[in-house]
């Protein structure tokens, strides 16, 4: 009897990866070794982006803290892995990974915004590599397609809380930087057909 194998992964080392994403046109997560493509977005998933980017900054305004989008990659050294959160902030100076200047360690909140093809995923393998960030304390999913918040919350035992939004009327706390975002700036322009 013939039996097909799955193919094997191939792998890559770190300093290649490295290389070939400073001069790829699209970017790619590091898996410790395994080189994933990312996807394009909706225009809710850009749109949801776009929105936070623009609440976060301007609530941020002379303060400490620093708005990041998805082009700064995160490295998660506990699980060799390179990722790209739709949105983040850092409070202070970026701490560079080996003194990269495209690699970060210290993201203080981390925004995910879901797709069907991801949400998995980012509520589960991603969620438990960003557990691992010392620095996060708050990990945000947002869904594109209905009005729907999960926000996440580390505290001082380094357990995790969840708290859910569904009203579009809700106002989240983001107490990592102190500032209160409200779901409908959020969902500014999004078409939610349910």
Not at 45 to 60: G, R, S
Not at 83 to 104: H, K, L, S, T
Request: charged share 20%; net charge negative.
């Amino acid at each position: 009897m013939i039996t097909q194998s799955t193919p094997k992964k191939q792998t890559i080392s770190l300093d290649n990866y490295r290389q070939l994403e400073e001069i790829s046109e699209f970017k790619h997560e590091y898996h410790n070794g395994v080189i994933i493509p990312m996807t394009g977005g909706t225009i809710n998933h850009n749109t949801i982006i776009m929105n936070l980017i623009f609440c976060l900054k301007l609530a941020l305004n002379q303060t400490s803290f620093r708005v990041q989008s998805s082009d700064l990659r995160v490295w998660i050294p506990e699980y060799k892995r390179g990722v790209y959160p739709d949105v983040m902030v850092i409070q202070g100076d970026a701490i560079f990974n080996e003194n990269r200047q495209d690699e970060i360690i210290n993201p203080c909140l981390i925004f995910e915004v879901l797709s069907p093809s991801t949400s998995s995923y980012d509520r589960g393998d991603k969620f438990v590599y960003y557990r691992s960030i010392d620095y996060l304390k708050e990990y945000i999913l947002i869904d594109q397609a209905n009005y729907f918040i999960e926000h996440y919350t580390k505290t001082n035992n380094h357990q995790w809380l969840l708290q859910e939004y569904q009203d579009i009327n809700d106002v989240i706390k983001l107490n990592s930087i102190n500032i209160d975002v409200k779901m409908s700036n959020i969902y500014e322009n999004i078409a939610i057909t349910k």
